[in-house]
């Protein structure tokens, strides 16, 4: 299908952690989105779709490579100091790589991956938009979701 092994690289992260609107969620859906674009193969960025449309195979194994997406993004989150973060706002991995993260955090973090999936199939991340009509439209979703998770009942 041209799928490359998912990866996270200080580029993407730069880019990410340069457009701080919309807050960690917001920031995860665009580092997931990053990661999975990026393993694309240019030449079928353009066809994906037509290419799952009508193919249930092709199907599952996107479901299959998304799934791959995210744990490299759950992994990331996972290695990254937490401190730093919440005093910077800065993507930077913890200094001992061996230690683990606190159990809430864990929690958390396994939270922000899958809200960070669920606006990204909100957002249709299969459809042509700029990058900057992305990041908007990740930010309104993002938005969206805030406002319902805190109506009442």
């Not at 990661?35 to 194994?61: K, P």
């Amino acid at each position: 299908m041209g799928l490359r092994p998912p990866q996270m690289t200080e580029d993407m992260l730069a880019q990410v952690q340069a457009d701080e609107s919309g807050g960690l969620l917001a920031q995860a859906a665009r580092l997931l989105a990053s990661v999975l674009y990026d393993s694309f193969a240019s030449d079928i960025r353009g066809i994906m779709n037509e290419l799952t449309e009508d193919r249930d195979d092709m199907r599952q194994r996107m479901k299959i490579h998304m799934l791959r997406c995210e744990q490299e993004l759950k992994d990331f989150l996972l290695a990254m100091d937490w401190a730093v973060y919440q005093e910077t706002g800065r993507f930077v991995r913890r200094e001992d790589e061996n230690s683990e993260p606190e159990p809430e955090q864990e929690e958390r973090i396994r939270a922000i991956v899958l809200m960070a999936t669920a606006v990204l199939r909100y957002v249709d991340y299969g459809t042509r938009a700029s990058r900057d009509e992305f990041a908007a439209s990740i930010n309104r979703t993002v938005t969206l979701f805030s406002t319902m998770i805190k109506e009442p009942r």
